[in-house]
């Protein structure tokens, strides 16, 4: 059965691959796109959720040597719950779309501060909700040389019921520029 949240990460990743599309055709963009995979653990308040696995996608406009406004979305189903649901019921998911500052304090390697929203459902959650979410990332890009790979580790935080919840993902993106 697809799911709302389903529906919503494919069309980011559609819409990805047509900015890509669109990018490509352009010689000397400093625009730069990233679509990967994802592994998260819930490290903050996200009750029996402990493992996830997912995509991510993105785009950045390098704006200095040293800067970038980036865009980020990504798809979180978590997997490892310590809790068993009956009829294996588990439809944990977090789906948050940020932008944010990136920083290069090499050529390659970067931080990033990021804010936005994210929707997500908890196990004991009747609905989704949506609420404003914050985040960092810190990681580097190989080079065009050996090949054009990102690899991040970030951290995205929400709100709900007061208590401040939070998760970590480990990301590794092919990027297209």
């Excluded at 402990?50 to 406004?69: C, D, S, Y």
């Amino acid at each position: 059965m697809i799911t709302l949240g389903m529906k919503k990460c494919c069309m980011i990743v559609l819409g990805c691959f047509l900015c890509t599309g669109i990018a490509s055709a352009q010689h000397h963009s400093s625009w730069s796109f990233r679509l990967g995979a994802s592994v998260s653990f819930g490290i903050h308040n996200m009750n029996a959720n402990t493992v996830g696995i997912g995509g991510i996608a993105g785009a950045e406009n390098r704006f200095h040597k040293l800067f970038a406004l980036e865009a980020e979305g990504s798809y979180t189903y978590f997997t490892g719950d310590k809790t068993l649901f009956e009829n294996a019921r588990n439809k944990a998911y977090a789906i948050p779309l940020l932008a944010g500052l990136k920083t290069y304090l090499l050529p390659q390697v970067y931080l990033s501060l990021r804010t936005g929203a994210a929707m997500f459902l908890l196990n004991e959650m009747p609905e989704a909700q949506v609420r404003l979410a914050y985040g960092a990332a810190a990681g580097f890009n190989l080079p065009a040389k050996i090949n054009r790979i990102n690899t991040q580790i970030g951290y995205t935080g929400f709100t709900y019921n007061g208590i401040h919840r939070g998760y970590t993902t480990l990301a590794m993106a092919i990027i297209i520029n």
